[in-house]
């Protein structure tokens, strides 16, 4: 467990430092264009956010599998990764460009649907070459994927907004620089320039690309439950009902960073895994861990809700703390599913998701078509909360089956979950 604590405590500073970036690029955001130019940046970008996860094809995924497992060489895998790369960006783009044209009301301002849309394809690049890093457990530089482009956008974001005030283009523009920076670097600093060829190897693109659409579904499906909220406040409310939402969201985002943290480790160490139902029993053990420390901050948000939020934001999003307080619970019972899903990712089966999001995807469509035009954001959070508890419930009940672990002992808290990372605490100290 020691070695898997040092590399979760590795990703934890990649996490916290993303966390910071996320949290004061909230803030400026905020305060800078307000609940109605807050609710059409996120307008804007919902749609170029999905095609970016589902145009990644699940390829990120499948490369840290094949590696992981030694099915194939490096330089194979490069090699489909880039070639599947031009392919899926003229998609994405197409794609998200029709979605916001003709169905985002923030959409109306072709520049920004523009600014919005040059990020996906160095931000399809960046992600389809992590899971190289990630499947060789190489985390110091998946790391750096992570937080390089952030670092950057952040810097951005101060000068064209804060100094320059240019607004929502500002906030658009400022998520290109990050992205483009790191594309460039991983094509020449990590030599995947050279990887270009037009000779295709089109066994391993379509071994990659038949389990990695079994993935980019599934993260589809997924990230819908995430946004679908959002596209329907942009479809049937306003932008000040968005924007308000958008806020309380974000704080729980806070929050999910800990399952995600464990998450990019159980993924990787489950890829390359020998003994796959010992070491889902040490994923249950991390899951156990993350529920109470998540469990705690909720109590915290839930108390604080208003101060934190007008403190952040300003008394304008002041509604954002109703939001934040309806989305708590699904958020900690969501847990469940953010960590444990990593582990039948990493060992190639993904699909057993499905089971849980699609019916929890229905259940968010319907409950956000009722309630959004009468409740607005408070509607939507609300919604999200049902649908998120229900996922996580249904998600436990096949990966119990799956793992051929009982549920009971899935949640046997004890004492020496904590016992090893309060020991590599000390040592670190």
């Not at 409740?375 to 119990?400: C, E, K, P």
């Amino acid at each position: 467990m020691g070695y898997f604590i040092l590399d979760t405590l590795k990703v934890g500073v990649t996490q916290g430092t993303l966390i910071i970036f996320g949290i004061f690029s909230s803030i400026i955001t905020a305060r800078y264009l307000g609940p109605e130019g807050s609710g059409l940046l996120v307008g804007l970008l919902v749609y170029p956010s999905l095609f970016t996860t589902f145009g990644s094809l699940g390829i990120k995924q499948s490369a840290t599998y094949f590696i992981g497992k030694n099915i194939f060489s490096e330089t194979q895998i490069k090699t489909a990764v880039t070639q599947i790369w031009f392919l899926s960006s003229l998609i994405s783009i197409v794609c998200s460009f029709l979605l916001m044209y003709y169905l985002s009301n923030s959409a109306k301002n072709l520049y920004w649907v523009l600014f919005a849309l040059i990020p996906i394809p160095f931000t399809l690049f960046n992600t389809y070459n992590s899971g190289i890093f990630l499947g060789k457990n190489d985390i110091k530089s998946y790391n750096k994927i992570n937080w390089i482009p952030s670092l950057l956008s952040f810097f951005f974001l101060i000068v064209l907004v804060v100094i320059y005030t240019l607004g929502v283009s500002g906030v658009l523009l400022s998520k290109i620089g990050g992205v483009l920076f790191m594309f460039i670097f991983l094509l020449i600093n990590n030599k995947f320039i050279k990887s270009f060829s037009l000779k295709f190897n089109w066994s391993i693109i379509k071994q990659m690309l038949s389990l990695g659409l079994i993935y980019a579904f599934a993260l589809l499906i997924i990230n819908l439950n995430y946004k679908i909220d959002i596209v329907l406040l942009d479809k049937l409310s306003s932008s000040y009902e968005l924007g308000i939402y958008s806020k309380g969201a974000a704080i729980t985002q806070y929050l999910w960073q800990i399952p995600m943290l464990f998450g990019t480790v159980v993924f990787s160490r489950s890829s390359t895994s020998k003994n796959g139902n010992h070491f889902s029993l040490k994923v249950a053990q991390l899951l156990r861990v993350s529920l109470i420390f998540i469990g705690l901050g909720s109590i915290m948000l839930l108390i604080f809700s208003d101060f934190i939020i007008v403190n952040m934001y300003g008394y304008d999003f002041s509604k954002s703390a109703i939001v934040l307080n309806y989305l708590l619970p699904g958020v900690v019972i969501l847990t469940i599913y953010k960590v444990m899903n990593m582990d039948l990712a990493g060992k190639g089966k993904p699909w057993i998701s499905l089971k849980a999001m699609i019916p929890s995807l229905f259940i968010n469509l319907i409950l956000n078509i009722y309630l959004i035009p009468i409740y607005g954001a408070v509607g939507a959070a609300f919604s999200s909360t049902i649908s998120y508890s229900f996922a996580a419930i249904l998600f436990l009940h096949f990966y119990s089956l799956e793992v051929k672990i009982p549920i009971m002992k899935i949640f046997n808290f004890n004492i020496k979950d904590y016992k090893q990372l309060f020991d590599l605490i000390k040592k670190i100290r």
